[in-house]
């Protein structure tokens, strides 16, 4: 919006004032002197002359009057004294029709314009009253004979009337115009004054509905809410139409806090900030901080209160005490030692109360002390390096440096350390504790790792012997195997710093011999020698001090001994005991595999003579088995072709004459002998899978499938046999014996398919994801059996249907899994009642085939 202009500048009313007057009686002045000589040469009265003196004087007195700033009575004295020439000059003149006159309207025009209403009223009060006496005076002819000649004097007395008249008057639009302009002036800033209040009220309006903090208006007069913004709404619950015109003693939870309140307001105009508990539509409270301003409208004063809810703030307060408490707590408690120093300079700030296990200084010993006047750290340089990574992670975890003790020893410490900020200045929050005890035992570690180590033997057992004389700090150290005659051998010897020869002791008499009857630790901690007089060693080398390990077998048999001497009395910690045992382990370790080695190697040297025996011992069997074999061919064979062969000789010869159980028996003869010589000839099928060698070559199965299949047709033209084979199926395997397999099980889904109208038989392979992989399958849909008695199916003679059902004698299964087994596979079934069989089989080989190796002349045989 454009702002109004300003009015123009307005020259004072009290500048124009004093120019006015001071023209006025320069004018008066300067006409009167000019009219004095005239009057003095045209007039024979001299009182005349003496009245327009009077004038002169009268306008010289107020210039002068003017010219000093004696301007407030200036005006009046001015009137009046004109006033009283004007009746001079009439007497003088001798009748009021003189140009004198003209002085009345004149003085009476100043007074009404220059001064008040009372001298106004004076002013014309005195010419009504010295015209009305002067015109008396001439009626009676108590004044002399005037002299009506008309001259000079009366045009100037005139002219110098009219000026004055026209100054008053131009005096008199000056004032008006003054005031107009003042009043336009006001007017303007008036209207700039409502402008400002309503942009000023805009803007509070604004402030108000947009204000973050709840705010209320309120009448002073009647208490009523007269309008509430939406954080109100959002803080209290209430909308603006449900608290507009009540009262506010429902938005406070405690009514002595409100009385309190509008005490504080009513007497000082003003609360700041005063804390109290507020009420919300849901009825619960919260704590917040309320400002109220009265206005100073006497008309209408209203009550802005703005509400602060602080219970979020309230809260945070809390928790940052809990947490400041918490901390003081863990800080103060802690078994740990911490501190907090400025990071400028080292100066501890705050030290906890735990003891100071690297150190062994107090807290009055290091408050208001740096880090590098107590021996914190080495050198400068140290603490340098520490605050640099400090800066620039923020925190350290772990941080290993050294410190030095009270004492000025050295020691190892492990820092944790994080990087603060108290009253704005930068500080490290840390503890630390004391590791030289944990390097001592990583150096022992290391050093017991080390003597683990090792190709194993000899090598092994130096390695063992110098590495643990090293970290238990023994004078000698001995690892020995036991032997028979109660004496050990020395396997290694570490003496005063180097490996020494081996050598036999015995255990009677000796420290040693009751370590090897215990199987914990034999401990001599000073006066070994004094102990066992009767070792003359102990004595020789002055060794005081004895630990000693027996070495034991798995079945708790001592096998050697590990020893440990000292010449000097010792403590024995926990940790070095432990070390002792591991090396114990690690050394019964190496002599178990050392007395293994030597039972292997005693074993390989008859190995030969025992193959050879087994060798010879097989080919006796097969031998034998030949023998057998031979004989079911020609013992048992041949009275069993007799048998059929007078059996058949006896029905031919009685054809005719036998009755019909006759001839039903001499059937049942020939089918048993029938049946008997297939199970010779499966009996020995399945010996001789078990005899010979294995010629393997690549095979192709997919064309030995189909060479079964169609001869299982030909023997069953009643049937049609509908079958699906994979081509290209091949196995590195014998392939007299894959066909074997192949005829058992593809037979099988035939004979058990019979039944079924629409037979469906499969030959195929399974991927790599197949369970086993690249296994072979054979499928049917035939009668299937029951899972519950598949552990039957591969057994000799063992058959899941009758014989009346199914022909067959049990030895065909029997057979394919000799075979698959001699070819170091496996074969599986599964199957449910009247949904066929399927047939897993491996033959090791079954994997994919390098299609470079030679084919079979069998596999299409």
Not at 16 to 44: E, N
Not at 54 to 71: E, F
Not at 117 to 137: C, D, E, N, P
């Amino acid at each position: 919006m454009k702002e109004p202009a300003p009015p123009s500048p307005v020259e004072p009313e009290s500048a124009i004032r004093k120019t006015t007057l001071k023209a006025i009686a320069l004018l008066i002045g300067a006409a009167a002197t000019l009219l004095t000589p005239l009057v003095y040469l045209s007039s024979s009265n001299p009182l005349e002359t003496w009245a327009t003196v009077l004038v002169a004087v009268i306008g010289w007195g107020s210039y002068l009057l003017v010219r000093l700033d004696y301007t407030t009575y200036m005006p009046h004295l001015t009137v009046y004294s004109v006033l009283t020439a004007a009746s001079l000059s009439v007497l003088a003149f001798g009748s009021v029709r003189t140009a004198a006159g003209f002085l009345f309207v004149a003085a009476v025009a100043g007074a009404g314009i220059l001064l008040g209403r009372a001298a106004l009223i004076g002013s014309v009060v005195y010419s009504v009253v010295s015209l009305g006496a002067l015109t008396l005076a001439e009626a009676r002819g108590w004044l002399h004979t005037p002299n009506f000649t008309v001259g000079t004097k009366v045009w100037l007395t005139h002219s110098a009337v009219l000026v004055v008249v026209a100054i008053l008057v131009f005096y008199s639009r000056k004032r008006a115009n003054i005031a107009l302009a003042q009043k336009m002036e006001e007017l303007q800033l008036r209207k700039r004054t409502e402008h400002e209040r309503d942009r000023s009220m805009e803007r509070f309006a604004r402030i108000f509905r947009s204000s973050p903090s709840p705010m209320l208006a309120q009448s002073a007069h009647s208490g009523a809410i007269l309008d509430v913004n939406p954080a109100f709404e959002r803080c209290y619950g209430y909308t603006r139409e449900q608290v507009l015109g009540r009262m506010d003693a429902f938005l406070w939870a405690e009514p002595e806090q409100r009385a309190s309140y509008l005490e504080r307001l009513f007497a000082q105009r003003r609360t700041d900030q005063e804390r109290v508990t507020g009420l919300r539509a849901d009825g619960s409270h919260f704590e917040a901080l309320i400002s109220s301003e009265m206005g100073d409208d006497p008309q209408d004063r209203l009550i802005i209160t703005t509400v602060a809810d602080i219970t979020a703030q309230n809260e945070a307060i809390e928790r940052l005490r809990r947490s400041e408490e918490r901390f003081a707590k863990a800080f103060n408690f802690s078994p740990l030692k911490m501190t907090i120093t400025r990071l400028s300079d080292g100066t501890f700030l705050e030290v906890n109360q735990a003891r100071d296990p690297v150190q062994g200084l107090h807290k009055k010993d290091l408050l208001g002390k740096s880090t590098l006047e107590t021996g914190g750290w080495l050198s400068p340089a140290d603490r340098q390096t520490f605050v640099e990574r400090i800066q620039r992670e923020g925190h350290l975890s772990g941080y290993d440096t050294r410190m030095r003790h009270a004492d000025g020893q050295v020691i190892d410490a492990r820092m944790w350390a994080e990087l603060i900020e108290i009253d704005g200045e930068a500080c490290i929050l840390s503890c630390f504790v004391n590791t030289t005890e944990e390097k001592r035992r990583e150096a022992q570690l290391l050093t017991l790792t080390r003597g683990m180590a090792g190709p194993g033997g000899d090598a092994l057992f130096q390695a063992l012997t110098m590495h643990m004389a090293q970290a238990i700090g023994a004078d000698m150290v001995t690892v020995g195997e036991l032997h028979p005659e109660r004496s050990v051998r020395t396997l290694s010897v570490w003496k005063d710093g180097a490996a020494s020869q081996n050598f036999s002791f015995p255990l009677d008499g000796a420290p040693c011999g009751d370590a090897m009857q215990q199987t914990d630790l034999c401990v001599h901690l000073e006066g070994v020698a004094e102990r066992y007089p009767g070792d003359q060693a102990l004595i020789d080398q002055g060794f005081q001090a004895y630990v000693g390990q027996s070495l034991r077998d798995e079945d708790g048999t001592a096998i050697g001994l590990l020893n440990a001497l000292w010449r000097r009395p010792i403590q024995l910690r926990a940790d070095t005991r432990a070390l002792i045992a591991i090396f114990a382990s690690r050394a019964t370790a190496e002599l178990i595999r050392l007395r293994r080695d030597r039972e292997i190697l005693h074993l390989n040297s008859t190995l030969e003579q025992r193959v050879r025996e087994r060798t010879a011992d097989l080919e006796k069997l097969n031998a034998e088995l030949d023998s057998f074999a031979y004989s079911v061919s020609h013992d048992l064979k041949s009275p069993l072709r007799a048998i059929d062969g007078f059996t058949r000789l006896l029905t031919e010869q009685l054809q005719g004459r036998l009755q019909t159980d006759e001839q039903q028996l001499f059937e049942r003869v020939l089918a048993a002998t029938s049946r008997m010589g297939l199970l010779i000839a499966d009996l020995l099928a399945l010996a001789r899978v078990s005899q010979g060698t294995l010629h393997r070559s690549l095979t192709d199965l997919s064309t030995l499938a189909e060479t079964v299949l169609r001869l299982e047709q030909e023997k069953h033209p009643e049937r049609v046999l509908r079958w699906r084979i994979t081509p290209g199926l091949v196995c590195l395997c014998d392939a007299r014996l894959a066909r074997t397999v192949l005829g058992n099980l593809l037979g099988n889904a035939v004979k058990y398919t019979r039944d079924r109208a629409d037979t469906l038989i499969e030959f195929g392979q399974h991927n790599a994801d197949g369970d086993p992989p690249f296994a072979f399958y054979v499928r049917d849909n035939g009668v299937g059996f029951n899972m519950q008695y598949a552990d039957k199916l591969f057994k000799p003679f063992q058959r899941l249907h009758m014989p009346s059902q199914f022909e067959g004698t049990g030895i065909g299964l029997a057979t394919v899994r000799r075979i698959v087994e001699r070819h170091g596979g496996s074969i599986r079934a599964e199957s449910a009642p009247g949904q066929g069989a399927v047939f897993h089989f491996t033959l090791a080989g079954s994997g994919p085939m390098n299609p470079a190796l030679p084919r079979s002349p069998a596999a299409a045989a």
